[in-house]
């Protein structure tokens, strides 16, 4: 099933159907290459309310909040193609993070490596490559890598990334129609310099096969599929399989007035090792409606099933879904959640690159280990501003806080109430 899916992508993009393929404006391996290089510090402070301490530390007399500040480096290289039928190319990676502040009772904020004193590295690196080829609109990439696919998302919330090793075919043959497939074999962590170092509670990953297409309908509506089988080791589960669908529709309503409809759904079934079986399935709706540098949004996210959503083995930014947020995703069993959320862009107001944003989720009838009903809520505020131009430009800055509480029975199950505050700056720079 791992290379049919495979073939099945590249044969699909094969047709000719596109005006003009990629390959065939192929400059060549050294004149179509790139290289990046992406700077991060980041400021991170959790703080445990009600005399609750740092669950991420290990030492004896932890703090009550965890709290680090750290500079990360994403350098990337994208070769071009070779020019011909068949173009071939390759593309690497260096990651490198370097502590600044943090401590033994307030380690774990921004998951920089762990050291075996239970302190974060002073300094900690990896690096990864890919080869690939392409031919017309289709491309086929073996190696480790980052991809930002609904069943499979490697996380970037943190200093460094995740990344995964495998195959995937990207066809791009049809205007407005992506289709992707891959097998993957590894998820290495954000914290983990090594190989294949990604494990939750549900276990290790051992395979992930992804099939799936997105396609722009019309300039107003977009809609997507994708599917994931995946293989687990090192606990009661199996694998899963999980089913992703979603649609996207913008009414344009007058001059600077628009309403937009977002719906996203999830179907998972996992593959327990005792022969029973669980499932959820998890959606959510949202409308925005953006009146010139106004946008007002209401979403409602509702879970059912055996048990909650979950992601992880699949990356950490495989949830998208409306009711996601900065600490919590909402996805907790048979969850009901309602999002109020207001956008304020202030190019309007002369100040282009200053945004604001500010919501509110409130989430109620999770079933919980105690029997008890589980509730929870969180609020959000952030506020962005990339500078426009001159020699700093593209230097952002960005400021998130977090302020989530829970009822007992659902701390219990899930976290500690906690206020979570992060300092942001990055820089891209583009040296080829």
């Known amino acids: 099933m791992k290379w049919n899916l495979i073939a099945l992508a590249v044969a699909a993009g094969s047709t000719q159907l596109a005006l003009a393929s990629q390959q065939s404006e192929a400059q060549g391996l050294v004149e179509d290459s790139s290289l990046s290089v992406l700077s991060r510090a980041m400021y991170m402070n959790i703080d445990s309310r009600h005399g609750a301490s740092n669950g991420s530390s290990e030492s004896v007399n932890p703090a009550g909040y965890a709290e680090e500040t750290g500079l990360g480096f994403h350098a990337i290289y994208e070769s071009g193609f070779t020019q011909g039928t068949v173009g071939f190319g390759v593309d690497a990676f260096g990651l490198a993070g370097v502590k600044l502040d943090s401590g033994k009772g307030r380690a774990g904020a921004l998951d920089m490596q762990p050291g075996s004193d239970g302190r974060s590295e002073d300094t900690f690196s990896r690096a990864g490559a890919a080869v690939k080829a392409r031919i017309s609109s289709t491309t086929l990439k073996y190696g480790e890598q980052f991809v930002d696919l609904p069943v499979l998302s490697t996380d970037d919330s943190r200093l460094l990334p995740e990344s995964v090793e495998g195959f995937l075919a990207t066809s791009r043959e049809i205007e407005g129609l992506e289709l992707n497939a891959g097998h993957f074999t590894a998820l290495t962590a954000q914290n983990q310099m090594h190989h294949d170092s990604y494990e939750d509670d549900v276990g290790k990953l051992q395979s992930l096969d992804l099939l799936g297409a997105s396609y722009a309908v019309s300039d107003e509506l977009n809609v997507a599929y994708y599917f994931s089988d995946v293989e687990v080791g090192g606990s009661d589960v199996r694998g899963f399989k999980k089913h992703y669908a979603n649609a996207n529709y913008t009414l344009p309503l007058a001059e600077e007035q628009s309403l937009n409809f977002d719906f996203n759904i999830y179907k998972t079934r996992f593959d327990n090792r005792d022969a029973s079986d669980a499932d959820n399935t998890i959606w959510s709706l949202a409308a ?132 979570e505050t992060r300092l942001i700056v990055e820089y891209p720079l583009s040296i080829l």
Do not use: C
């Open 288 to 419: 925005a409606y953006t009146l010139g540098t106004h946008t007002f949004t209401l979403g409602h996210q509702r879970s059912s099933g055996d048990t909650g959503y979950y992601y992880g083995v699949d990356g950490g930014g495989a949830v998208y879904l409306g009711n996601s947020v900065q600490f919590s995703d909402f996805v907790g069993e048979d969850e009901r959640s309602w999002q109020a959320r207001y956008d304020l862009d202030m190019a309007g107001y002369g100040v282009p690159g200053l945004s604001f944003m500010t919501r509110y989720v409130t989430g109620d009838q999770i079933s919980t280990a105690a029997g008890e009903e589980g509730q929870e809520h969180e609020w959000n505020f952030e506020t962005a501003y990339v500078i426009q131009d001159g020699v700093a430009k593209d230097l952002s800055f960005t400021v998130r806080h977090a302020v989530w509480r829970a009822n007992s029975a659902y701390n219990a199950d899930y976290d500690v109430d906690q206020n």
